[in-house]
């Protein structure tokens, strides 16, 4: 009966350990980025939260849209933390990809090619755009 009580406990003082090593949430309220400020760390460092504005959440620019003529006949708008300072902790980014007339993604990566058409949207997954360009018969 002794034995059985001690492997309880000890199963309880285990779990309990667990529980208990958990990182914490490494989101913040909001830590809005600071360019300006000279300390170096990995990463961008918050601005006092007493000179944060509106302005640093407002980002526009992705109706935009971008200049196509170039390379592989399209643009990325990029939203980060440079263009968003207050994505900042937050681990995300946004961006709006503009393709040229004629352009299609690689059939060998995205399994059913789609044409792409103005105010389509398209999600595509990290690493898996392939962008050609398409000419069907024009000169």
Do not use: W, Y
């Not at 400020?37 to 971008?66: E, I, Q, T, W």
């Not at 999600?123 to 000169?139: A, N, P």
Request: proline content about 5%.
């Amino acid at each position: 009966m002794a034995s059985r009580l001690l492997l309880i406990g000890l199963f309880f003082v285990a779990s309990c350990s667990l529980v208990l090593a958990s990182d914490p949430s490494p989101l913040q309220d909001f830590c809005v980025a600071d360019p300006k400020s000279r300390v170096l760390v990995n990463g961008v460092v918050c601005k006092d939260p007493n000179l944060v504005k509106a302005d640093d959440f407002l980002f526009r620019g992705l109706h935009l849209m971008g200049d196509t003529s170039m390379g592989v006949g399209s643009n990325v708008t990029a939203v980060t933390v440079a263009e968003l300072p207050g994505l900042n902790t937050f681990g995300i980014s946004m961006a709006r990809i503009d393709f040229a007339p004629q352009v299609f993604v690689n059939g060998e990566v995205c399994k059913d090619p789609k044409l792409v058409r103005a105010d389509d949207f398209f999600f595509s997954g990290v690493h898996l755009m392939e962008i050609h360009q398409m000419r069907l018969g024009l000169t």
